[in-house]
């Protein structure tokens, strides 16, 4: 636990020595000058998205499909890996 603080305090103490690179002027001056963007209401917007409904019975079938699927593919590969010859062969070479 005191060798994680203690990384932890040097990693800290590393970051603090950093040069940050120079940022003065990297604007241009079109940009510098330029007037600030129009500002829009926001509620417009979001009354679209509330008008949006959803098809509880499709969505339902949709992601009882996926369940399935899923499972299935669970069950294709919860079986064993190795055929009964690969698993002797394994057995004769442990002993």
């Known amino acids: 636990m005191m060798r994680l603080a203690l990384s932890a305090l040097a990693l800290c103490a590393l ?3 950093t040069q ?3 940022l003065d002027q990297t604007v241009s001056p079109d ?3 330029a007037d600030f963007p129009a500002l829009i209401p926001l509620d417009p917007i979001l009354a679209g998205t509330r008008t949006a409904t959803r098809d509880n019975t499709q969505t339902q ?3 009882e499909a ?3 699927n899923l499972r299935a593919r669970a069950a294709r590969i919860r079986g064993s890996v190795l055929t009964g010859r690969e698993r002797q062969r394994l ?3 442990l002993q």
């Open 31 to 33: 940009l510098e000058n």
């Open 91 to 93: 057995a004769e070479g």
């Open 15 to 17: 970051t603090a020595c």
């Open 61 to 63: 079938a949709v992601l």
């Open 20 to 22: 940050f690179p120079e």
């Open 66 to 68: 996926r369940v399935a």
